[in-house]
């Protein structure tokens, strides 16, 4: 299935490897991703200077990193045909995945669920990425069983800034690709809603706090939260509840829209 090849100048869908649990769940949901984009799934270790020894000659560096071969590992078990390649790097995991997200088209990791429902909800890696990334990031939560959070629905707002277009045609891609309610949440001031007042839509509506329950196999929660780059500024602090019109949000799953 897999091939070991060359990064070269193909486009890549890049996932952050730590052997944790949640950095092996993303790499299973980035398959999709590269095979949607036909792009290198692109496997990196970060390791700090701190931790790192030379070992063997570059080469056969990869061959003896576990974390790099479980996930590895992961990806084949998925079993759908993608280009593979691993790499280990030496740096801290932000600064190496920020300046891999320069030529990569998605950046993804893993993070664990928030166990309580105050403080800060994602990582000092995640809340770098989404802040300072220069491609589009996706941050995959893990729940405490150590199951991936993607059996709900793909959720995304509707709203008047400029790139909102862009966002929501990612969501709906998201939904194609998983096969997923996509729930758009209207607070345009234009909305189409409104021109068509005849046509029965289904609405959320924001600020309600709502839960939803859709048709199929999901347990009514918000799988995937899929956002513009307007909102990283308040990622990294943002706590729970919080007012944003994405119920849950972001203790589900986020794929942030960035314009390369």
């Not at 299973?28 to 991703?33: H, L, M, Q």
């Not at 046509?199 to 347990?219: C, F, K, L, M, P």
Request: a negative charge; aromatic letters at 4%; glycine letters at 8%.
């Amino acid at each position: 299935m897999d091939a070991i090849a060359p990064y070269g100048e193909r486009k890549s869908v890049v996932v952050g490897i730590d052997g944790s649990r949640a950095s092996l769940n993303a790499a299973r949901w980035a398959v999709a991703e590269a095979i949607q984009r036909d792009a290198v799934l692109r496997l990196v270790h970060a390791v700090p200077a701190s931790e790192f020894s030379p070992g063997p000659p570059d080469r056969h560096v990869c061959n003896a990193d576990a974390a790099l071969l479980d996930a590895r590992d992961e990806v084949k078990d998925v079993g759908n045909s993608v280009c593979l390649e691993l790499t280990r790097k030496v740096g801290d995991p932000d600064k190496v995945l920020i300046a891999e997200s320069c030529s990569a088209d998605l950046i993804c990791i893993g993070e664990p669920a928030p166990r309580i429902p105050t403080g800060k909800l994602f990582g000092s890696t995640a809340a770098a990425l989404l802040e300072r990334a220069h491609c589009p990031v996706a941050i995959m939560r893990t729940g405490a069983d150590g199951a991936l959070r993607d059996g709900g629905v793909v959720s995304v707002v509707l709203d008047d800034q400029p790139d909102n277009d862009a966002v929501v045609h990612l969501a709906m891609q998201e939904g194609r690709l998983r096969n997923a309610t996509v729930r758009q949440i209207d607070r345009r001031l234009k909305s189409w809603i409104r021109r068509y007042p005849d046509v029965h839509v289904e609405i959320t509506a924001a600020g309600t706090g709502r839960q939803y329950r859709s048709a199929g196999n999901d347990d009514g929660g918000v799988q995937l939260a899929v956002v513009s780059d307007s909102d990283a500024d308040d990622m990294a602090t943002l706590g729970m509840p919080n007012c944003h019109p994405i119920v849950g949000y972001p203790d589900s799953s986020v794929l942030m829209y960035r314009k390369r």
